[in-house]
């Protein structure tokens, strides 16, 4: 059997708009086994970052069970939840969000702190892997938006995660650093990495396994890519 | 490495973490120096006072907490009622008691070669005169007063230039410069500040009653309880000028102990004083430092997000915003702290008593946690995915 790493089951999310419920979707199941490459794809506004959020713990849904790697994460406190965030998912985000203050090198061994670990030896191999190993000692201002999203990939990296979790990564780059980025998380999903991608662009979903979309306020599988 | 994350994160605004660091150094200096000089100042004068008078009694006809006291404490007899000669006689029987002698003050015009000024001279009977020798050292000169001589405080003759030799007029009546006190700090008889001369050169010169007691001067065996002898002295008088209630005393006996008492209490009214201010200056630099932590997390709120996803966990958050507290007040008193051991080098009058030491670190550990403990609240409450929605 194959190991199962993350599980969703009959997960929503509403807001309130005052006294109205807004559901952004309902009945969302999915089950990604290890070394799964899977894409969500849908238009902007229709809920992938509220979803994708909801996988990697970093918000609650309103109904239903998020497992990670079999742990039901409702079930946690905020100490193991910390440490579920350290030690079992890698995110990388639209926007960077690196340390300004801190090199690229200490952005990258920053989850260090949190996991425990000391492997800089395995941090500065992923920085050559990604391309950075000349630039281990550059701030991010002095990095251009392809680098710093390599930088933020080797970051979600270095404490190898179980899955890694990508919101539009390549929205904030131009079409060259986005096709760099792309062909990395490429090359990780062969070297073995679980990765789960929400993008708006069909173009980038069609370089995963599975893909799916959110129609109808739930996910749904998308066959016609 | 979180170390070195709180280190980067003061030095981003350098010039605001200066300024937090500037308020917790003056602040704590200020507060330090209030306890040191005022610690040494009390003890200085206290012991003086103890060291320099502690077999004298002196009586004076005026009550201590007469608004007059203070300006004219000595200016005896002309303000207050006299004393009897059967008051001094009775007095000097009393046990323990080895002499009682004539004392008075008066308001004169000196002259030297130069200047010209108003002054307090002090006289004292001939028997009693060795009193003011074994209070202060002379500078110069030889301890023996006779008529037509005087004897100068050190801090005077300073300020007047006066020599050993030099005539002075006083209220026209010229006097020679026997001898010059060196200077001993605040002392019952003021020696510093006066000058000094035979109790019947000053009934001539200031046109005294030869046959009044103006005031005394009570030298006691050291053995002897100063409080028994008080209390005698008490009845003594209190019988002779026919006083009932305690608080109705229109006269004083002053001591070396009890006016050390009197002014080690107004000092530490003037410290507490001094140390609430400086408390609320430690207040304003605390509110300060909290205030910085606050804009902190405000302009890092999608950076701690972040670090919440990587997995920075509420230990994380504590110790990161305890560590920029510390920083900030530890940055803050380790020029308060260099100042200090100088000082305490350079043999000023410093004095920080142990306890000094734990009031100040307990201060320094509850200012840490009082600092850090809202801010860190406000940085533990971010919710990473509404935090990271924020633009
Ligand atoms: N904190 C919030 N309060 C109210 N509505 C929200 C909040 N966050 C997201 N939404 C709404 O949820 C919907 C989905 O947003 P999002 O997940 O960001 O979509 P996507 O990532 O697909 O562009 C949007 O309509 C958005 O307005
Ligand atoms: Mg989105």
Do not use: C
Request: no cysteine; proline share 3%; glycine share 6%.
């Amino acid at each position: 059997m194959e190991e199962i790493v993350l599980e969703l089951r009959g997960i929503g999310k509403y807001y309130l708009d005052g006294n109205n419920i807004l559901w952004v979707f309902r009945d969302v199941n999915l089950k990604v086994k290890a070394n799964e490459f899977v894409a969500i794809v849908a238009p902007s506004g229709s809920g992938k970052t509220t979803l994708l959020n909801i996988m990697a713990t970093l918000d609650r849904p309103s109904e239903g069970k998020v497992f990670i790697d079999g742990i039901d994460i409702s079930k946690i406190d905020d100490r193991e939840l910390s440490y579920i965030r350290a030690k079992k998912i890698g995110f990388v985000f639209q926007q960077f969000n690196l340390i300004p203050e801190l090199t690229a090198l200490e952005n990258v061994t920053l989850p260090f702190i949190f996991s425990g670990s000391r492997d800089i030896d395995y941090a500065i191999q992923l920085m050559k892997r990604i391309g950075l190993g000349e630039r281990l000692n550059f701030y991010p201002s002095q990095l251009s938006g392809g680098q710093k999203q390599r930088v933020a990939i080797a970051r979600a990296l270095v404490n190898r995660p179980k899955i890694l979790f990508a919101d539009e990564p390549t929205g904030n780059l131009d079409p060259d650093s986005a096709k760099e980025v792309l062909r990395i998380f490429e090359e990780l999903h062969k070297e073995g990495n679980t990765i789960i991608l929400v993008t708006h662009d069909y173009d980038i979903a069609r370089r995963a396994q599975r893909v799916y979309t959110i129609k109808n306020k739930t996910l749904v599988v998308k066959d016609d890519l | 490495m979180i170390s070195k994350l709180i280190l980067k994160f003061l030095l981003y605004n350098k010039i605001r973490t200066s300024l937090v660091v500037l308020s917790v150094f003056i602040s704590s200096l200020f507060f330090i120096s209030i306890l040191g000089f005022g610690n040494a100042a009390k003890e200085s004068i206290v012991n003086t006072l103890n060291r320099l008078s502690s077999d004298i009694i002196l009586i004076i006809p005026l009550a201590i907490d007469n608004p007059l006291f203070l300006q004219r404490s000595l200016r005896t007899g002309l303000i207050g009622e006299a004393f009897r000669e059967s008051d001094l006689k009775q007095i000097s029987e009393l046990p323990g008691v080895l002499g009682v002698y004539r004392t008075s003050g008066f308001d004169v015009t000196v002259s030297t070669r130069k200047e010209e000024f108003r002054l307090q001279v002090f006289a004292i009977e001939e028997e009693g005169v060795d009193l003011l020798f074994d209070t202060a050292e002379l500078q110069e000169g030889r301890p023996i007063l006779v008529s037509g001589n005087v004897f100068v405080g050190g801090g005077i003759a300073d300020r007047y230039d006066m020599r050993v030799g030099d005539t002075i007029r006083i209220n026209n009546r010229s006097f020679k410069i026997a001898g010059i006190f060196k200077k001993i700090g605040p002392n019952l008889f003021n020696i510093d500040n006066g000058i000094f001369l035979l109790n019947d050169d000053l009934v001539e010169l200031a046109d005294l009653d030869r046959n009044r007691v103006y005031s005394m001067v009570v030298k006691f065996d050291s053995s002897t309880d100063e409080e028994t002898l008080r209390s005698r002295i008490h009845e003594i008088l209190d019988r002779s000028r026919k006083i009932k209630d305690t608080d109705a005393r229109d006269y004083s006996l002053l001591s070396g102990s009890a006016v050390s008492k009197q002014i080690g209490n107004l000092i530490d009214v003037l410290r507490y004083f001094f140390l609430v201010i400086s408390g609320v200056s430690i207040f304003v630099s605390l509110i300060n430092l909290t205030n910085n932590l606050y804009i902190f997390i405000t302009e890092k709120y999608k950076q701690l997000a972040t670090m919440k996803v990587l997995g920075g966990d509420s230990r994380f958050i504590y110790t990161m915003i305890l560590g920029m507290s510390s920083a900030f007040i530890i940055l803050g008193i380790l020029p308060t702290i260099l100042i200090v051991s100088t000082i305490s080098l350079l043999n000023l009058p410093f004095i920080l008593y142990a306890t000094d030491i734990y009031i100040s670190i307990s201060l320094l550990i509850l200012s840490i946690l009082i600092t850090s403990y809202f801010p860190s609240r406000a940085a533990l409450s971010i919710q990473p995915a509404e935090a990271l929605r924020y633009e």
